[in-house]
């Protein structure tokens, strides 16, 4: 039988995630093992859940169901609690029904990908965006130390649940909401915003030691290209693959492969930027 797994989102033609997960099974001799693309919108998820029968063992989640899925799972790991939001699914099997554990791997994952870049210290970290990813990035910096925060915002109305999630952190987090354009002063910027308004925003940077941009795609975004030329980057496939191993070892049980795995997604996304550049 084969084990299914996957991810689901809206948009999701441009996930590397089947290519690393992919290289997993491969590094590993799982060739009975499966990693597919579905993409689902918003208010999707709980039927694309009840479709699922005993072959499927996991699913990681993007955009816009990362908090839909706290409603649909019986239980979640602290990290996903304190979050809001679950990005990751494992499902186990008994009496033809499932369990479902929601988790939170983009918080691991982040602080991973972070100080594989930057050994400085993270004591103000600017973040533009204030949605799912934001409150993972929040709480993974906070883990690092950092305790002084501004979520820069288009819209100030929105971000209850990201300070919600702060909140929820064990030690008290000094938030700052303020407007995307402020100027940047901070130890650590985070952009969880689409590339286009990142164009006029690199002037708002005032001063940063370490740039963390979460997409991968496309790349470079604007701001990826203004760090590469002044400060540390920690680029959206670095967070993409320390995440993604992390949901490798909850669906398989196994060690990740972490090499193949980055190589797999390094390779994709070249060929991908040589498809369009």
Known sequence: ??????????????????????????????????????RVA????????????????????TMPLKREAMA??????????MAG???????SWAGGGATVVGDNTDIPGAAAALRERYAGPVRRTAIWGGGATAASTLLAAAELGC????????DPSRVADTLAAARRFPEPLAVRVGGLGDPVEADLLVSTIPAPPQESLVDSIVGVAAVFEV????????????????????????????????QFELFTGSRAPLAAMRHAGEAALAARIGETG
């Open 1 to 38: 039988m084969t084990v299914h797994c996957g991810v689901l989102g809206d948009p999701i033609a441009h996930s590397l995630s089947p290519a690393l997960h992919r290289a997993g099974y491969a590094e590993l001799g799982l060739s009975d093992w499966a990693y597919d693309a579905h």
């Open 42 to 61: 918003s208010g999707g998820l709980a039927d694309f859940l009840a479709g699922l029968d005993e072959a499927w063992r996991g699913l990681s989640l």
């Open 72 to 81: 649909l799972v019986g239980s979640a790991s602290d990290r996903a609690v």
């Open 85 to 91: 939001a679950a990005n990751t699914l494992v499902f």
């Open 147 to 154: 305790r002084e925060f501004d979520l820069l915002v288009r």
């Open 215 to 246: 997409l991968y795609h496309p790349w470079p975004t604007p701001l990826a290209r203004w760090a590469d030329d002044a400060v540390p980057l920690v680029a959206g496939l670095d967070l993409l693959v320390h995440q993604a191993a992390v």
